[in-house]
T-cell receptor, first 115, second 113 residues
Framework: GDSVTQMEGPVTLSEEAFLTINCTYT??????LFWYVQYPGEGLQLLLK?????DKGSNKGFEATYRKETTSFHLEKGSVQVSDSAVYFC??????????????FGSGTQLTVLP | DSGVTQTPKHLITATGQRVTLRCSPR?????VYWYQQSLDQGLQFLIQ???????AKGNILERFSAQQFPDLHSELNLSSLELGDSALYFC????????????FGPGTRLTVL
């Protein structure tokens, strides 16, 4: 079945540091890939997505590139802020499953940014 | 604000009881998904409805059931509750069964005592 493996957390960085959160996936078909973010006490918000190989998703300074050859979708940000402190989830939606498009999530990575 | 609403925000109940969680999707979205978030299992897909019909089932227990009504809101029914059912339950919606982007509600936190 489909699966997503995320870098174990927690991750603690100083403000303005470079961020990388690794994500690799296994899928039987050709998935769409997502990063969601969960701030304390809130639901999940879509951060960015990519639907085909070599696509780059970007939003709020975060980027991730769909790498089919390495089955990866690593999240990066050049300069993190305290307000980026949250839990980040990598997820996939396998389009070979017909109209059923449930998301398969990684375990989440807790990011804390210190001032 | 994603446009997806869930009620109640918090629910505290006892073992053996039954509860109903409610979700209203974004305006125009036909597809509703339910997910459970717990410390030990992470985020898991439970069930999907599309325009009133069940479309996919995930790791949903037999004690749990769901439905989607003609006005497209959905309810998740949890019965014979156990301590291990304590979790955050999220609803998400997307525009079509093929819609890749799912928008999540704020969740219902269920505590079973």
């Amino acid at each position: 079945g489909d699966s997503v493996t995320q870098m174990e957390g927690p991750v603690t960085l100083s403000e303005e540091a470079f961020l990388t959160i690794n994500c690799t996936y296994t899928a039987t078909g050709y998935p769409s890939l997502f990063w969601y973010v969960q701030y304390p006490g809130e639901g999940l918000q879509l951060l960015l997505k990519a639907t085909k190989a070599d696509d780059k998703g970007s939003n709020k300074g975060f980027e991730a590139t769909y790498r089919k050859e390495t089955t990866s979708f690593h999240l990066e940000k050049g300069s993190v802020q305290v307000s980026d402190s949250a839990v980040y989830f990598c997820a996939l939606s396998d389009r070979s499953s017909g109209s059923a498009r449930q998301l398969t999530f990684g375990s989440g990575t807790q990011l804390t940014v210190l001032p | 604000d994603s446009g997806v609403t869930q009620t109640p925000k918090h629910l505290i109940t006892a073992t053996g009881q039954r509860v109903t969680l409610r979700c209203s999707p974004r305006s125009g979205d036909l597809s509703v998904y339910w997910y459970q978030q717990s410390l030990d299992q992470g985020l898991q897909f439970l069930i999907q409805y599309y325009n009133g019909e069940e479309r996919a089932k995930g790791n949903i227990l037999e004690r749990f059931s769901a439905q989607q009504f003609p006005d497209l809101h959905s309810e998740l029914n949890l019965s014979s509750l156990e301590l291990g059912d304590s979790a955050l339950y999220f609803c998400a919606s997307s525009s079509r069964g093929y819609g890749d982007t799912q928008y999540f509600g704020p969740g219902t936190r269920l505590t079973v005592l």
